[in-house]
């Protein structure tokens, strides 16, 4: 710290936000950027989508297993003869939305969790570290389908299913986030100078936390999006909207007649997935300098 | 502490959350709509308010909510989970009919997973730049966003179907006979697809971390003090650098044991294995509740039990996790 030469003037007007920063290192990685311009194009096509195809993806429209390309369904059909491409495109808004809705609820637990067991520490650590560590024992997958099989199949509810069983690892970043700046000076000033229990942890302590807790709240939106495909591959699926995993789910029967009605909704989701998760890793980059040089 | 102490204790703290889960088993059973005097009632086709009040008095759902929680862990105590309306038996029973082909496959996933992993992530922590380094990262990514379900059929299409080297569902074939080999033979032949599907998404895990703490541990000090005094790489990574580079991933490893079951019960789905998942679907389907809820304390029983023995495989491993409380 102390060895850094002062420099000189015009140098220091160039120092740029450190938003600024971040957004160089994010465009650095060629695959971060990549796969966020490909996620755009899923996100575009589960938004406006079904206005530009407005084939009802429940209709039959032709005969069943129509091979893709053949009379005019560039996906095919399924084995009841929907088009396989509107299921596709109706189902990104379910996939996305659900990914999206659970991953806020499990990121909004974990972090209400991981803060305060971090902040008060002591019994309060105590009690919120015991109920994460039950949280982890539960099998989450089989937690959620007894959810969702006791309480109905509605988006709400599979929403809540998934979010409750994965917020265990925000959580404990946060919480080990929250340890470690806790103890450090400008938050003991802050303290020093009055600000509220509230005000240290929200406003002074939580922003310095963000970045790990960031990276992981995009990678949670992924595996929402594996979970909740999980569970609609399962059936456990509100059965009025259709999801990629219900169209595996219900055509894998038929894999020996036209397998592309299991392999293709299985690459829309693969492909979605692993964009988030290369943004995710185009996010640690941007965010975590300390970790570049590795 | 000494290890006995520790061993009890955690021991102790393992029954708490186990009578966690079953508070949590009974809560669930509760809130959710209709019980038991319903389903029967249902299943004999309709009854009166009368014969509702008496199957609620026979099987005490008139009591207060403690007492019947009480009386629950009371029989979960005794192993008794509770009768299966759709089965038409016990619970328990059910269960311990299925348990064993479920954990043949999560052990033997979890036990492929570590050691390929390990080898994996030694071997291109030795070559960062070689083509197995490559091939981990890539590895790592396909693990994290297939969809296991998804990868199984994707096995099944190909070495099922196209090439039929692997039979395509269940764990034995019934029209084989022969010795104790024949039939051994023949559940390794049911077992293969499975495992590679269920260990991918470990595998994956288990080898990124591992590639991480070798390189970490390999440019370290004491590495840099066996080189000097001759040792050649071999023994260098063999004797003194694996054994610390394992026990981060052994921990990781304990952590994954709720979300090895979780994929089993997509796995077994997909493959037709006559485990625990294939249960759970069923009664799931067929609203089977009291079915639904003993498997998830025994899936809970199995995580449990297998951070138990992590636990412990990391104090061997690794003597400075004991004394560090």
């Known amino acids: ?294 | 502490m000494n290890l006995l102490q520790t061993v009890l204790t955690r021991i102790l703290y393992a029954v708490l959350l186990l009578i966690a889960v079953l508070v949590l088993n009974f809560s669930l059973m509760h809130l959710a709509p209709g019980d038991v005097a319903d389903t029967i009632s249902q299943s004999m086709g309709g009854a009166d308010a009368e014969v509702l009040a008496d199957i609620r008095a026979d099987y005490g759902l008139d009591k207060p909510f403690l007492v019947q929680l009480a009386t629950y862990i009371g029989k979960v105590a005794q192993f008794d989970l509770g009768h299966s309306f759709f089965y038409n038996t016990s619970v328990t029973g059910l269960i311990m009919q299925k348990l064993p082909a479920t954990l043949l496959l999560v052990i033997t996933a979890q036990v492929l997973a570590l050691v390929v992993g390990v080898i994996l992530g030694v071997y291109s922590a030795r070559h960062p730049n070689g083509i197995s380094s490559h091939f981990v990262t890539f590895l790592a990514l396909f693990g994290y966003s297939a969809p296991v379900f998804w990868t199984g059929i994707l096995l099944l299409i190909g070495f099922s179907l196209h090439i039929q080297w692997f039979p395509v569902a269940g764990m034995r074939d019934v029209t084989i006979e022969g010795g104790f080999w024949v039939h051994f033979i023949d559940v390794v032949r049911h077992l293969v697809l499975p495992v590679i599907t269920l260990s991918s998404i470990f595998l994956a895990l288990y080898s990124r971390l591992c590639r991480a703490t070798m390189m970490e541990v390999l440019g370290s000090d004491y590495v840099r003090t066996a080189k000097a005094k001759g040792l050649t790489t071999r023994e260098i990574v063999y004797k003194h650098a694996l054994k610390n580079s394992l026990s981060p991933v052994v921990t990781l490893a304990g952590l994954q044991f709720s979300a090895v079951i979780s994929g089993a019960v997509l796995v077994e789905t997909v493959f037709g294995w006559p485990g625990l998942g294939t249960l759970a679907f069923q009664s799931i389907i067929a609203r089977d509740t009291p079915t639904i809820l003993g498997i998830l304390f025994f899936s809970a029983l199995v995580v449990i039990v297998g951070n138990l023995l992590t636990d412990l495989a990391l104090r061997l491993i690794d003597p400075r996790v004991g004394s560090k409380g």
């Open chain 1, 1 to 294: 710290m102390t060895d850094t030469p002062i420099l000189p003037k015009e140098e220091i007007q160039k120092a740029r936000h450190p938003m600024a920063e971040a957004t160089e290192m994010f465009m650095k990685n060629h695959a971060a950027v990549a796969a966020a311009v490909v996620l755009m194009l899923i996100v575009l096509a589960a938004i406006f989508g079904p206005y530009i195809y407005p084939t009802d993806p429940f209709d039959m429209v032709w005969a069943p297993f129509s091979p893709p390309g053949e009379a005019g369904f560039l996906l095919g059909t399924d084995y009841l003869g929907r088009d396989l491409l509107a299921a596709l495109i109706h189902g990104a808004r379910v996939s996305i939305v659900i990914g999206l809705a659970a991953a806020f609820m499990s990121v909004f637990i974990g972090v209400t969790v991981g803060a305060l067991a971090g902040f008060y520490r002591g019994y309060v650590e105590e009690i919120l570290m015991r109920i994460t560590e039950f949280f982890q024992v539960l099998p989450t997958l089989l937690f959620s389908m007894v959810i969702v099989a006791l309480f109905g199949a509605s988006l709400p509810m599979i929403t809540f299913a998934i979010g409750i069983v994965s917020w265990t690892a925000v959580a404990r970043i946060t919480r080990s986030e929250f340890l470690r700046i806790r103890e450090l000076e400008y938050v003991t000033a802050s303290r020093a100078s009055g600000a509220s229990n509230g005000k240290l942890m929200f406003r002074i302590i939580l922003p310095n936390a963000l970045p790990p807790i960031i990276v992981q709240s995009a990678l949670m939106v992924g595996s929402a999006i594996l979970f909740e495909a999980g569970l609609s591959f399962l059936g456990l699926t509100d059965p009025n909207v259709v999801s990629w995993g219900q169209v595996i789910g219900s055509n894998r029967q038929y894999i020996l007649d036209a397998s592309y009605t299991v392999t293709i909704p299985g690459m829309a989701i693969f492909i979605t997935v692993l964009a988030i998760s290369l943004v995710g890793d185009g996010l640690n980059d941007a965010l975590n300098p300390k970790l570049r040089q590795r």
